[in-house]
């Protein structure tokens, strides 16, 4: 189900009909030119010069209906000045009782130029029940150096392949558009002002073309920019401020570029995109739109190169439906929701951008739609950089040497259910070197980084035919961890840290339940008792039913890696049903999923009940109960990992995406408050100390850690795992419990 449903468009009937009256229009009327005969487009236009507001026949007098008349005969090219005389100290204003009409005559290309008058020329056109200014018929028209207010449905009416060139106009007031154009008519506008007309500033209809450059459209009812047909746009260094529902609203197939553009505050969204309509945005600003900075559906298209969306309420970009997104070297930043967010079959190309700040995910997908992300930044994102919650069934997303940086939660979030491709799994760490499993023939891409982020690209390798690899802790440094993806086709999974420099503060809680990493947060007790199985132990994990396929999958791979992590200590499988042998001396582990809302699960998402005797051994029963979601089918399979890993004798350490076994305790501040999607580095190293061999009469900490048969590489640091305070307390042991009765106690 979307998380949004869009709201309809209304587009008035009146704005997309021309539907102009013969009788409005303006009779030309007849005139003289004092100049002599001139050929057809010449390049030194006769200057007719307006000198009386009202008509006459006083010799030597023309008004403005006199010049555009004399205009219209003269095949060559006018243009019309205003005498200075007509001006007072607050400008001059001309009330046309009809429109303006520039159609096909003899007339060449004809201006009307309002410069001479200090204070400003304004033509009020409220006196016009339709348009002002109508021009069509191929004329060629040039506005320079004044105002146009107000118009009955439109201030100017483009029609029938007329061109009109507009410099240092404000266009403002109209009761509809400020401007309409149909047919095949072209606009080019330079340093004009568009403001606060009814619905669009600029309203474009079938084959018509524009140009806009350094530009001001602000305040206008529902956009500053309209397309729809086939119409095509180029702006340049123009600005659209607080206009109503859109700063541009695009469909049918119309086409818009947009460079060197700022597009602020539009109520719905910055730019609207619909059916096939196209937008191209070069070193553009869009911002502080109350609800979207972008929004494209249908099979509407957008390109950003180099331009930065920021400060949405709601989401920076939306694309639902077949709608496709091109990101190069552009920013998402500091939106409210989302930076990014597709819905059905759309798709995301990005390349060199970065996605900061945002209030939830970085760029989210959802369903079926597709991404690529190559050489992004994600950073300060409120969850993931980026959200695949696809449960298995969606598109698929390739990431590939993009970096992240304190997102609130793991880099990539594939959802769940998802086990497809593989995220890299540590099997065996003998000294330095670690093993790891990934997809057969997967490219795998390794990152340093202290907190399990990516906060540096390393380098890049492939697993082999069984998808097996191998990284060398020597490549981490001090304070940092490896982590990596893999990507099978064109779909990457989450990280996972596989390697990493040693840390007994790490190991501590892992193998002890002590520490500052774990759960009590206080300093390490040397003499806490591990616990563990004895070597040879056989263990079935027992479900009587799976709630799901995927959780079905995930327990066989889980339980199947159990003797590579112990180093063949204890061996396991997972058994679906109740039928078939069990092998003699196993011990049996029940896995059952319960209701949420069972006391038995105290509110948590998995509880393992167990008991051990006073070598610190387990002893069966042992027992894991896990949560069914909601709908059984989307049952989270990870929260088995963790109760696995205590089945096994792992504790809590809180150290977030570095192991597994985060438990209900917040990280410490320095680390991501997120779960990494399977066992860590750290959880597989603590698994071959803890079932070591060399361990056998061992039940201290203290004589665990020093019997390891894995070698320091280095000074123990990790990350930033580091107590808080510089000083830790000591404790005395505690008293050693009485003989050898069984203990039994729970563990989340």
């Known amino acids: 189900m979307r998380e949004f449903i869009r709201l309809g468009r209304t587009y008035p009937g009146s704005l997309l009909g021309i539907g102009l009256a013969t009788a409005l229009l303006l009779t030309l009327g007849a005139g003289t030119r004092s100049s002599g005969p001139r050929t057809e487009g010449s390049d030194n236009p006769t200057l007719i010069v307006v000198n009386s507001l009202a008509p006459g026949t006083e010799a030597g007098k023309t008004t403005l209906a006199d010049a555009i008349a004399r205009a219209a005969r003269d095949p060559a090219n006018n243009t019309i000045h205003f005498d200075v005389a007509l001006g007072t100290p607050a400008g001059l204003v001309i009330r046309p009782a009809k429109p303006l009409v520039f159609e096909a005559g003899n007339g060449g290309h004809d201006r009307i130029d309002g410069g001479s008058i200090a204070a400003g020329l304004v033509l009020d056109l409220n006196e016009c029940p339709d348009a002002g200014i109508v021009v069509g018929g191929g004329q060629k028209l040039t506005l320079e150096n004044l105002t146009l207010r107000g118009g009955g449905q439109r201030a100017i009416l483009l029609k029938e392949g007329a061109q009109l060139t507009l410099s240092q106009v404000t266009v403002r007031d109209s009761n509809g558009p400020g401007l309409a154009a149909f047919g095949k008519a072209t606009l080019t506008a330079s340093q004009c002002r568009f403001l606060n007309n009814q619905t669009h500033a ?22 500053a920019l309209a397309l729809f047909d086939q119409a095509t746009l180029q702006a340049r260094d123009c600005r659209m401020d607080k206009n109503g529902d859109w700063n541009v609203v695009l469909t049918h197939s119309s086409q818009a570029d947009l460079t060197a ?84 079959h759309s798709s995301v190309t990005a390349t060199g951008s970065l996605f900061a700040g945002n209030g939830a995910h970085g760029a989210s997908l959802r369903g079926p739609s597709t991404g690529q992300f190559i050489h992004c930044g994600f950073t300060r994102n409120r969850y993931s950089g980026i959200g695949c919650l696809d449960a298995r069934d969606g598109g698929k997303v390739r990431v590939s040497r993009s970096l992240f940086h304190k997102n609130g939660m793991r880099p990539i979030y594939r959802g769940p259910l998802h086990i497809d491709p593989l995220v890299p799994t540590p099997l065996t760490i003998n000294d330095n070197i670690v093993e790891c499993l990934a997809d057969p023939n997967a490219t795998i891409e390794l990152y340093l980084d202290r907190v399990g982020e990516a906060g540096k690209y390393l380098r890049t390798l492939r697993a082999d035919g069984r998808g097996r690899f191998q990284v060398s802790c020597a490549e981490v440094p001090d304070g940092y961890v490896l982590t990596a993806t893999s990507t099978i086709g064109e779909s990457t999974s989450e990280f996972n840290v596989i390697a990493g420099s040693r840390s007994d503060a790490v190991l501590s809680a892992l193998i002890g339940g002590t520490g500052p990493l774990s759960d009590n947060g206080h300093g390490v007790d040397f003499e806490a008792a591990a616990r563990r199985w004895k070597p040879g132990t056989r263990i079935v994990f027992q479900l009587d039913k799976s709630p799901s396929t995927a959780i079905e999958r995930y327990v066989k791979f889980l339980v199947a890696l159990i003797g590579e992590w112990t180093d063949g200590a204890i061996t396991a499988e997972a058994r679906i049903g109740t039928t078939g042998k069990i092998e003699a001396g196993s011990v049996i582990v029940p896995v059952r999923y319960v209701a949420s809302n069972s006391p038995q699960l105290l509110g948590l998402g998995g509880v393992t009940f167990m008991k051990w005797d006073a070598q610190g051994y387990f002893q ?33 350490t809180r150290v977030g995406l570095l192991s597994r076994m985060q438990g209900k305790s917040p990280p410490n501040p320095q680390f991501v408050n997120d779960f990494s999607p399977m066992m860590t580095y750290y959880d597989v190293l603590a698994l071959q100390i803890l079932h070591d061999p060399r361990n056998k009469g061992c039940t201290t900490l203290r004589e665990i850690l020093a019997r390891a048969s894995r070698p320091r590489p280095r000074p123990e640091t990790v990350a930033d795992a580091r107590p808080v305070t510089t000083a830790e307390p000591t404790f005395s042991p505690p008293p050693k419990s009485a003989a050898s009765k069984p203990q039994r106690t729970r563990r989340r």
């Open 202 to 223: 600029v309203e474009l209809h079938g084959d018509t073309t524009a140009t806009l450059s350094a530009c001001v459209l602000e305040g206008n009812g529902q956009s």
């Open 620 to 652: 069966p029963p042992m027992e894991i109960l896990l949560a069914l979601g909601t709908d059984p089918a989307e049952t989270c399979p990870r929260v088995l990992a963790h109760e696995v890993g205590h089945v096994l004798g792992l504790g809590h």
């Open 261 to 344: 553009c700022t597009l602020r505050q539009g109520r719905f969204a910055g730019i609207d995109l619909s059916e096939n309509a196209v937008v191209r945005c070069d070193g553009c600003v869009i911002e502080e739109g109350r609800r979207f900075g972008i929004f494209a559906t249908d099979n509407a298209s957008a390109e950003l190169i180099k331009t930065r969306l920021r400060k949405s309420a709601g989401r920076g970009i939306e694309l639902q439906e077949r709608a496709r997104l091109t990101l190069t070297e552009s920013v998402l930043e500091n939106n409210g929701e989302y930076g990014l967010i597709l819905f059905g």
